[in-house]
Nanobody, 121 residues
Framework: QVQLVESGGGLVQAGGSLRLSCAAS????????MGWHRQAPGKRRELVAA???????NYAGSVKGRFTISRDNAKNTVYLQMNSLSPEDTAVYYC???????????????WGQGTQVTVSS
């Protein structure tokens, strides 16, 4: 059973920081791109940041310069360091990863269960 488990969400004041972690576990042969999305109440889920296995990154314009995505391939873990948080960053944050199981040559998308981030003004 392949799964992604997030941690690190919570309540923080505006201007504060949080670090999210997401660990992949189970029968995994390889992980390609990993990333973070978020969904605020009444809004669509949007990409926050993504990182390839080789370390190339992509960020939403609204978080550039404030958020940093990184990963530890040996631990199958992706991180999201969030600084200078604002109430507009309040959302459920979801981890996702394109993972290949041992019995397939195809990468499949997997999602975590989500972690709540709330930024108070």
């Amino acid at each position: 059973q392949v799964q992604l488990v997030e941690s690190g969400g919570g309540l923080v004041q505006a201007g504060g920081s949080l670090r999210l972690s997401c660990a992949a576990s189970g029968s995994i042969f390889s992980i390609n791109t990993m990333g973070w999305h978020r969904q605020a109440p009444g809004k669509r889920r949007e990409l926050v940041a993504a990182i390839t296995r080789g370390g190339s990154t992509n960020y939403a314009g609204s978080v550039k310069g404030r958020f940093t995505i990184s990963r530890d391939n040996a631990k199958n873990t992706v991180y999201l360091q969030m600084n200078s948080l604002s109430p507009e960053d309040t959302a459920v944050y979801y981890c996702n990863a394109d993972m290949r199981p041992p019995y397939s040559d195809t990468y499949f998308p997997y999602w975590g269960q989500g972690t709540q981030v709330t930024v108070s003004s």
